[in-house]
């Protein structure tokens, strides 16, 4: 069992940035993919990002490429979402995910275990 816990989220300016962070419980994070979806109202959930168990691969949605970065710290069971030049329609509810598997995935039914999510809202 596996326990993501996300933080970081808030509200900024359009141009601003902000850093998502997921802990997770659980001895095996290491071996585990993880991934960043996000979901805004009335709207399905949406891949954002994801990396493989060490960080060597990974994926990005066109959408946010070149403004995020996905990392991990596997020391720290951690997880990360760095987020700039943020816009307003980068506003959802933002969630993490394992996958029990070292390779990433962007399909969320491929994810194992997910976070409670994190408010992103992003003001013009």
């Known amino acids: 069992q596996v326990q993501l816990v996300e933080s970081g989220g808030g509200l900024v300016q359009a141009g601003g940035s902000l850093r998502l962070s997921c802990a997770a419980s659980?001895?095996?994070?290491?071996?585990?993919?993880m991934g960043w979806f996000r979901q805004a109202p009335g709207k399905e959930r949406e891949f954002v990002a994801a990396t493989s168990w060490k960080g060597g691969t990974t994926y990005y949605a066109v959408p946010v490429k070149g403004r995020f970065t996905i990392s991990r710290d596997n020391a720290k069971s951690t997880v990360y979402l760095q987020m700039n030049s943020l816009k307003p329609e980068d506003t959802a509810v933002y969630y993490c995910?394992?996958?029990?598997?070292?390779?990433?995935?962007?399909?969320?039914?491929?994810?194992?275990?997910w976070g409670q999510g994190t408010q992103v809202t992003v003001s013009s």
């Open positions: 995910a394992s996958r029990i598997s070292s390779w990433p995935s962007i399909n969320p039914d491929d994810y194992d275990y």
């Open positions: 659980g001895r095996t994070f290491s071996s585990y993919a």
